[in-house]
Each structure stands twice: as C-alpha cells, then as structure tokens.
C-alpha cells in the first residue's frame, strides 16, 4: 500500500518559517518527479513547488526566493522549507509523485500565517 504522509504543518506568524515533509511508504521518492500543490477553499490547487527524478527543481513564481524543495533518499522524504511566509501562504499543502500514468497524493496538512 502506497502512503505519503506530510508533516510539519501548522501555525506561523507573518515572516516566519516552517519546513512540511512528506515521507513515502510502499514507494520510493528517490529519482521521481515529486511535486509540493497547495489548495484553499476559494482557489483550485495549485503547483508550488517540483523537483524532478534528476533533482531539477521548479518553483511558481509567488513563492520563488522563499521556497525550497528538496530530498533525503536515505529517509525516503521530500521538503518543502518555507520562508518569509506571509498570510496569503495559508492553504493546505499536499505532497505529490508523479508519474506518466498515475499520481500518489499525500492527505494534505494545514499551513496557517497569521499573527
């Protein structure tokens, strides 16, 4: 059975950080496109942030210079290091693998800026 699992949501103030993990079971991460979507209930989900099988990362542009992505092979987890946060980063943000037929989707975690 395939799970990812995101971690490390939770509340920020205005200019504070948070890293979310997403950590695989019954897949590996490693040398897949993983990507990091964000959705709120006034918006459709949108991409944040990619990094592909060959370690290429990609970043939207509301969040480039602030966001990281990256990746931990050994512990089969994916990052998303989150900067300079600001309220209109409040979303659930919810880990992705893509592949060419099919996508594994974390079960999404709460990130909340607000002071």
């Known amino acids: 059975q395939v799970q990812l699992v995101e971690s490390g949501g939770g509340l920020v103030q205005p200019g504070g950080s948070l890293t979310l993990s997403c950590t695989g079971s019954g897949t590996l991460l490693s040398n897949t496109d993983m990507n990091w979507f964000r959705q709120t209930p006034a918006k459709a989900r949108e991409l944040v942030a990619s990094i592909s099988g060959g370690d290429d990362t990609n970043y939207a542009d509301f969040v480039k210079g602030r966001f990281t992505i990256s990746r931990d092979n050994v512990k089969n987890t994916v990052y998303l290091q989150m900067n300079s946060l600001n309220p209109e980063d409040t979303a659930v943000y919810y880990c992705?693998?893509?592949?060419?037929?099919?996508?594994?989707w974390g079960q999404g975690i709460q990130v909340t800026v607000s002071s």
């Open positions: 992705n693998q893509h592949f060419i037929l099919s996508d594994h």
